[in-house]
């Protein structure tokens, strides 16, 4: 059983940044690509940045480019996200998710991802 931990939330104010962390079981075929999602209240869950295990092939959402970088550390089983230049819409709750490499494919289908987090809230104030 795989499992996803998030940590790294909190508060912060609109241009602010924060990174968040996901640590989960080592790796296998299953987990070949991971994600972050996001929700906000009401909304749907979407897709933030999801990367390739092996070679860390990375694909991000339009409205995050150039301001979120998804990066991992192998050996410590760890993804990362680094969220700089923070919006109030960016506020919401964080997911971590995994699944096999034909989830980067199609990159941000949620139901492609088998395993997620729990989740960790991000609130951005204007």
């Known amino acids: 059983q795989v499992q996803l931990m998030e940590s790294g939330g909190g508060s912060v104010q609109a241009g602010g940044s924060l990174s968040l962390s996901c640590t989960g079981s080592?790796?296998?075929?299953?987990?070949?690509?991971m994600a972050w999602f996001r929700q906000a209240p009401g909304k749907e869950r979407e897709g933030v940045a999801a990367i390739y295990t092996i070679g860390g092939h990375t694909y991000y959402y339009d409205s995050v480019k150039d301001r979120f970088t998804i990066s991992q550390h192998m050996r410590e089983n760890t993804k990362y996200l680094q969220m700089n230049s923070l919006r109030p819409e960016d506020t919401g709750m964080y997911y971590c998710?995994?699944?096999?490499?034909?989830?980067?494919?199609?990159?941000?289908?949620?139901?492609?991802?088998?395993?997620w987090g729990q989740g960790t809230q991000v609130t951005v104030s204007s």
């Open positions: 998710a995994a699944g096999p490499s034909s989830a980067c494919k199609r990159q941000f289908v949620r139901t492609d991802f088998t395993y």
């Open positions: 080592p790796y296998h075929t299953g987990t070949s690509c």
